[in-house]
């Protein structure tokens, strides 16, 4: 669902216009990243509380969406394997260093 998630976000960001009173700007661009594993949530704070995920996972994902490039998709070898057994098309990015993980074999999703 998240890889589905992340295509239609995508879409949706292309179809939005940065500036609707100057077309000439173009249109929204976003970078996604994801990954899958475990993660600890909570609530954190009492005058403001706030629902939190905490992990490894999470930086993990971070890294994914910091190393994507522009109206791409970008996840992790876990989130691959689970993505494999699906319809939804995924490409070897190939190995890159990522920072605090090393290097981590990554991929594309949506493409061919």
């Known amino acids: 669902r998240i890889a589905e998630f992340s295509v239609a976000a995508v879409g949706a960001a292309n179809e939005t216009l940065i500036d609707v009173d100057d077309s000439s700007l173009g249109y929204v661009n976003v970078r996604v990243g994801f990954h899958s594993g475990p993660v600890v949530?909570?609530?954190?704070?009492?005058?403001?509380?706030?629902?939190?995920?905490?992990?490894?996972?999470?930086?993990?994902?971070?890294?994914?969406?910091?190393?994507?490039?522009?109206?791409?998709?970008?996840?992790?070898?876990?989130?691959?394997?689970?993505?494999?057994?699906?319809?939804?098309?995924?490409?070897?990015?190939?190995?890159?260093?990522?920072?605090?993980?090393?290097d981590m074999k990554t991929f594309w999703v949506n493409e061919l």
């Not at 995920?53 to 910091?66: C, H, I, K, P, Q």
């Open 41 to 102: 949530a909570n609530v954190v704070g009492s005058r403001n509380p706030r629902y939190c995920l905490f992990g490894d996972t999470v930086n993990t994902a971070s890294r994914m969406e910091s190393n994507s490039e522009k109206n791409r998709i970008h996840c992790s070898e876990s989130s691959a394997l689970l993505l494999s057994g699906t319809d939804m098309p995924i490409l070897a990015r190939g190995k890159i260093s990522v920072r605090g993980k090393g």
